[in-house]
């Protein structure tokens, strides 16, 4: 025993710089550990992301057919609304024309059954006579 005592004395130095080195490794395990750990849950984030990232990616692809779609519809209706401005306008006119004959005629109507009320009257009279 006092061998073992009288080398532990001798190598106290080395003893301690191989305890030292010990809790390195130690240290050093636990971090690789942790760091593993690190990385699988980088990992795991990274796959969530590119999940997100192709669905917005889609997301994106349909906005913009849609968008391209609208701007087509717009565009024909741009080229659609002068042209229904017209369509209108000739309506219009076409209506307040048939208006105009209608009363037209019926005010030739009118005069018409005017006079006609007007002879049968003189008729009358003159048969009265």
Same mark, same amino acid.
């Given at each position: 025993?006092? &061998?073992?005592?009288?080398?532990?004395?001798? !190598? %106290?130095? @080395?003893?301690? /710089?191989?305890?030292?080195?010990?809790? =390195? *490794?130690?240290?050093?395990?636990?971090?690789?550990?942790?760091?593993?750990?690190?990385?699988?849950?980088?990992?795991?984030?990274?796959?969530?992301?590119?999940?997100?990232?192709?669905?917005?990616?889609? &997301?994106?692809?349909?906005?913009?057919?849609? !968008? %391209?779609? @609208?701007?087509? /519809?717009?565009?024909?209706?741009?080229? =659609? *609304?002068?042209?229904?401005?017209?369509?209108?306008?000739?309506?219009?006119?076409?209506?307040?024309?048939?208006?105009?004959?209608?009363?037209?005629?019926?005010?030739?109507?009118?005069?018409?059954?005017?006079?006609?009320?007007?002879?049968?009257?003189?008729?009358?009279?003159?048969?009265? /006579?």
């Amino acid at each position: 025993m006092s &061998n073992d005592l009288s080398f532990e004395k001798d !190598n %106290a130095f @080395l003893l301690s /710089k191989f305890e030292e080195v010990n809790g =390195l *490794i130690a240290s050093l395990k636990s971090q690789s550990k942790s760091q593993k750990s690190q990385i699988l849950g980088l990992e795991y984030k990274i796959e969530n992301l590119e999940s997100q990232i192709k669905t917005l990616k889609k &997301n994106n692809q349909l906005l913009k057919e849609e !968008n %391209a779609e @609208l701007r087509e /519809k717009m565009s024909d209706e741009d080229r =659609l *609304i002068p042209q229904n401005f017209k369509i209108r306008n000739k309506i219009v006119k076409i209506v307040s024309d048939i208006e105009d004959k209608e009363s037209t005629e019926q005010q030739s109507l009118k005069d018409l059954l005017s006079m006609l009320i007007e002879e049968i009257d003189f008729c009358v009279n003159q048969l009265a /006579k």
